[in-house]
């Protein structure tokens, strides 16, 4: 038995420690986008949160500062906070028209795949449509009493009445018989509200009142979206794990495997913990380890 290995064979047991070091991926994935906080199961690029959400919510770094927002295949939208405590997401449309300002817009859409759904309490108040055409009326009678009876909530008069009497939304100056409230049960199991199809030309997302429902200008317009981890939205505890270490949860390779992403440079299958051990043991950062490896392999070759 050899008790003293020659160059050439320590050699050999260098070369996996040299590419595990050079595998080490630096810090990629932020804890912030702009001045939203970002936790699993968002991320700020490839790599980072859950894969399932990835290509739906995107930093976007062309602005500064940066501006979270979800994409959908009807454009995109800012995303203004993050409930995580209730899994909601709150999102502004630009085009949508409020108490302040009343304009024309495509609507809003999910795409089919987006692992969101509207909140329950969200309501849509869909504005100048077509008694005529669209298809959210239907007529009743015949001939000259033929009447267009909307197919809306019954309780969405008083938000079509107090829209209505805001001084951006009047000076469209139609009829409120065309206004229609929806709730999103109403849109259907695609969430998709196309206005040209349903022939309106604006609408308004309203997900709160704040206990003022006579006051439109203080109502809280947007749309919010509820969001799950998982079918069983339980909370995945390699994150939890991850997350109490001070990592930020992500994912690599073509099996989006689960890594955590560490301050310090590493990226692990559990957790922070092994890395600060490591680093504070060794006292040398990853790409020093890989430097120091790459000593010893040019000494190991001249003494060969």
């Not at 999103?184 to 022939?199: A, I």
Request: charged letters at 10%.
């Amino acid at each position: 038995m050899n008790l003293n290995p020659s160059p050439s064979t320590i050699l050999l047991s260098l070369i996996p420690l040299i590419f595990l070091s050079s595998s080490v991926s630096g810090q990629t994935c932020q804890r912030t986008c702009g001045k939203q906080p970002i936790k699993y199961p968002f991320g700020t690029g490839t790599g980072c949160g859950d894969p399932r959400f990835q290509k739906h919510v995107i930093c976007d770094q062309t602005q500064t500062p940066n501006q979270l927002t979800l994409s959908t295949h009807t454009g995109c939208y800012p995303i203004t906070y993050i409930d995580y405590m209730n899994q909601v997401l709150y999102v502004s449309d630009p085009t949508m028209s409020t108490c302040a300002c009343a304009q024309p817009s495509k609507g809003f859409s999910l795409d089919w795949d987006a692992p969101f759904a509207f909140q329950d309490n969200t309501i849509f108040a869909l504005l100048d449509c077509s008694t005529s055409s669209s298809p959210i009326y239907k007529s009743s009678g015949s001939g000259n009493y033929s009447i267009a009876a909307p197919l809306c909530d019954t309780d969405g008069a008083s938000v079509c009445s107090l829209l209505y009497s805001c001084q951006a939304v009047s000076r469209l100056n139609v009829p409120i018989s065309t206004c229609c409230v929806y709730t999103p049960v109403d849109l259907g199991p695609e969430f998709e509200m196309d206005l040209q199809k349903l022939k309106c030309s604006s609408y308004s997302g309203i997900y709160g009142f704040d206990g003022r429902e006579n006051d439109p200008e203080s109502w809280n317009y947007g749309v919010a979206l509820k969001y799950k981890f998982n079918f069983d939205n339980a909370y995945p505890a390699l994150c939890a794990s991850c997350e109490r270490s001070n990592g930020v949860c992500g994912y690599t390779g073509p099996y989006n495997t689960f890594v955590c992403n560490c301050l310090s440079g590493l990226n692990t299958t559990t957790d922070c913990y092994f890395a600060a051990s490591w680093n504070n043991g060794l006292l040398l950062l990853p790409w020093k380890i890989g430097t120091w490896l790459l000593y010893c392999l040019a000494w190991f070759l001249v003494l060969m």
